[in-house]
């Protein structure tokens, strides 16, 4: 299984449409999208780009009404913080690195996926390993997302000029 990790589009179209495009080329399974997205267009856009299930939360700078969510039959929604199994693996997901303790008491992840901060990171502490794709809105840093090949359970940070 093939996963993309987004964050912060900040209605960045032309950069989303081109990890969209990379994640078709690539026959990615599902996406994870790490919050503020931005408003209702890009939400639109993001479903419509791509079809399979995505897991979304909520972040900071999100103008969209939550109830659009329900129009889309591929995302999944967990608010501000939540949490998922894929293949054996406890994730959890949050926008901004304060809501890691709540995230933290939801399971023992095994992954956290976060964004707010843009800047591209993977560290892992104790058991649980933290991974923020950085923006896509290109905003104080360069375009990146994040591909995880579940299998193998190898993380790549993809700047989004070099895909």
Not at 12 to 35: F, H, S, T, V
Not at 97 to 102: D, I, R
Request: net charge negative; aromatic share 14%.
């Amino acid at each position: 299984m093939k996963i993309v990790i987004i964050s912060d589009i900040h209605d960045n179209l032309p950069n989303l449409e081109k990890c969209l495009q990379w994640c078709r080329d690539n026959a990615i399974d599902q996406l994870i999208c790490c919050g503020d997205v931005t408003n209702s267009e890009t939400i639109k856009y993001l479903s419509e780009g791509f079809t399979k299930n995505i897991h979304i939360i909520r972040g900071n700078a999100d103008i969209y009404y939550e109830e659009e969510l329900e129009d889309y039959a591929n995302y999944t929604y967990h608010g501000r913080y939540g949490k998922f199994d894929i293949n054996g693996f406890h994730i959890g997901m949050c926008h901004e690195p304060e809501f890691f303790k709540q995230t933290e008491e939801m399971c023992a992840c095994n992954l956290v996926f976060y964004g707010h901060t843009h800047r591209p990171h993977i560290e892992k502490k104790k058991n649980t390993q933290y991974v923020n794709p950085g923006t896509l809105g290109a905003n104080f840093y360069m375009a990146t997302f994040a591909y995880w090949e579940v299998e193998t359970g190898k993380f790549e940070l993809k700047i989004l000029e070099e895909v």
